[in-house]
């Protein structure tokens, strides 16, 4: 820990407050601008592109900011977004909506360690501590300027800002790399699971079929409670389904408990599919999942709704893929009914209908092609996941002297 030393913030440089910044006068081109909620939404380490633009007489008056400031969320629902902080590298100037502070640090420190420092677990959680509130959680301009950083000198923090940066370039390449392959698999689905692109040996008809012709449709009265004499079983809940497609023995289920009519009832076997009858939105309404396997004890919550086939119009594999077509959404969206919260029955599920090939090998085939790219998916979120845990441990040990870099590292630029 040789020449590193511990200083307040209100010791690295100048604080100042931001000023409103109603939504009315957010604009799509202008003066670009920062508001507090998108530091923990939009944001993480650094700003290189705002999401927002204001006009002159907005800006007069608001708060300017120049690259170099760094930007405290000022203000948050809950106590892990109080203090979220991120450099702002946009242009030379922008400005600060309310209930952002803004630290503008002098030039004895990198503003890029100073935010690296500031998003480090340590930092982070004494950020928390300073949060007060119950409905809204705030954190105060007094407050942040008595948090303590440990700091080395401007060259060993150029070193350190030089090291995670090759982390946050290869997380942006893997970013892109994802997004890609998430719109190159969409696209492959609206057309495979249209028909309007065939794989090669398929040449028989398709049909659009009613999910009644299909299966039948089956609500829960499963809750996400454990209640005395009673038996244990495992539960698939909403988000389970929300955000995969297929469900196994493998997965986590909640432990709660159930009656034996609900046992009988509300069980799950290979080839169920789960479907998510309600939303805030219309269109956030039917997300589903296969059941890939007879699952011993495991129940479907009151959330969902499950659909057992009884014919051979589908299979299972395809059955992962054919309900997430945009025009099997749209079937659903415009049976949903309700005003604050959207909900689908059990006769307008069953009354939708979905397109389907009449082959049973060319749904298998068309799955196979599917289960591919969400194979090629998956490797790259696994690699994104691992990276960002290496970038973490870099985080906490460099930022906390207890890996030093080396003197001669190469240094591509210096803020």
Request: aromatic share 8%; charged share 25%; net charge positive.
């Amino acid at each position: 820990m040789i020449n590193w030393q511990t200083k307040k913030l209100s010791e690295l440089g100048a604080f100042s407050k931001g000023a409103g910044i109603p939504k009315d006068s957010v604009l799509p081109e202008g003066l670009p601008a920062v508001r507090y909620g998108e530091l923990y939404t939009a944001f993480d380490t650094f700003i290189k592109n705002v999401r927002s633009y204001i006009d002159e007489g907005t800006a007069k008056e608001s708060r300017e900011i120049r690259r170099g400031d760094i930007l405290f969320a000022g203000s948050g629902e809950t106590i892990d977004e109080i203090g979220k902080s991120a450099v702002y590298q946009h242009s030379d100037f922008g400005y600060a909506g309310g209930d952002i502070i803004t630290l503008s640090p002098d030039e004895t420190n990198s503003s890029s360690f100073l935010a690296y420092a500031l998003n480090s677990p340590t930092a982070r959680k004494d950020l928390r501590r300073l949060g007060q509130g119950q409905s809204v959680v705030h954190v105060y301009r007094k407050d942040l300027e008595e948090m303590s950083l440990l700091l080395p000198e401007k060259q060993e923090q150029w070193r350190i800002v030089a090291v995670l940066e090759v982390w946050d370039e290869y997380l942006e390449l893997l970013d892109r790399k994802i997004a890609l392959k998430e719109q190159l698999k969409k696209g492959l689905m609206q057309q495979l699971l249209t028909g309007k692109k065939r794989l090669p040996g398929f040449t028989e008809e398709w049909r659009n079929v009613k999910l009644s012709e299909i299966g039948d449709a089956r609500t829960s009265s499963v809750d996400k409670l454990s209640i005395d004499g009673e038996s244990p079983v495992r539960l698939l809940n909403y988000m389970d389904v929300y955000r995969r497609s297929h469900v196994s023995n493998s997965d986590h289920f909640q432990a709660v408990t159930a009656k034996d009519s609900q046992i009988y009832s509300s069980n799950l076997k290979k080839g169920d599919i789960l479907f998510t009858p309600s939303s805030e939105t219309p269109t956030d309404i039917g997300h589903s999942a296969v059941v890939t396997e007879d699952l011993n004890k495991v129940l479907y919550s009151y959330h969902l709704m499950r659909l057992r086939p009884k014919s051979q119009y589908l299979d299972y594999r395809y059955s992962a893929y054919c309900f997430k077509a945009n025009s099997f959404y749209r079937e659903l969206w415009k049976r949903a009914q309700g005003a604050t919260r959207y909900t689908l029955s059990k006769e307008a599920l069953e009354s939708s209908k979905v397109s389907l090939p009449i082959d049973i090998d060319e749904q298998i085939a068309v799955s196979s092609v599917l289960k591919e790219a969400d194979k090629q998916l998956t490797t790259l979120i696994q690699k994104q996941n691992h990276v960002k845990l290496q970038k973490k441990f870099l985080l906490k040990n460099l930022i906390s002297s207890t890996i030093r870099t080396p003197e001669n590292l190469h240094i591509k630029g210096a803020n």
